[in-house]
């Protein structure tokens, strides 16, 4: 049997993913993050971007998430983030659109509150056009 790790990738409406791994590399707050089996035990926030799991029979999971949390454990990953989507349910269509809102409703902010919304926002959809062109060019 290939020395594998459990991945359990959660949104708040359900579970992405969940089975075993070789790799999981992922966009951490400092910078990409790659995790084998036996890593040591990390708890991090986690940035919007791509989730690559290399699974046990050499094939590979694509996940985008818009930030959360990331816990290690040496035989365990878990990924809980609000928003998880698999790579192939992206929808670049609807990604620009809501990056387009975005952009205007940050033109448009009256307050620093409505700015750092926005800018959230702005930051979300870039990551994840990012993370679908990603996806595509490795298919």
């Not at 454990?73 to 990604?95: C, F, H, M, Y």
């Not at 870039?126 to 996806?135: F, G, S, T, V, W």
């Amino acid at each position: 049997m290939a020395n594998t790790i459990h991945v359990d990738v959660v949104s708040a409406e359900e579970s992405i993913y969940s089975g075993e791994a070789t790799f999981v590399a992922l966009p951490g707050e400092a910078g990409e993050l790659g995790i084998y089996p036996r890593h040591t035990p990390l708890i991090t926030r986690i940035k919007p971007g791509s989730v690559r799991v290399e699974t046990e029979g050499g094939g590979e999971e694509f996940i985008f998430v818009a930030g959360g949390i990331l816990e290690v454990q040496p035989n365990r990953v878990t990924v809980l983030s609000d928003t998880a989507i698999r790579g192939k349910d992206l929808d670049e269509e609807k990604a620009n659109s809501a990056r387009r809102e975005a952009e205007e409703a940050l033109k448009n902010a009256k307050s620093e509150i409505d700015m750092a919304r926005a800018t959230s926002e702005l930051a979300v959809m870039a990551a994840q056009i990012a993370a679908l062109r990603k996806y595509r060019q490795k298919r």
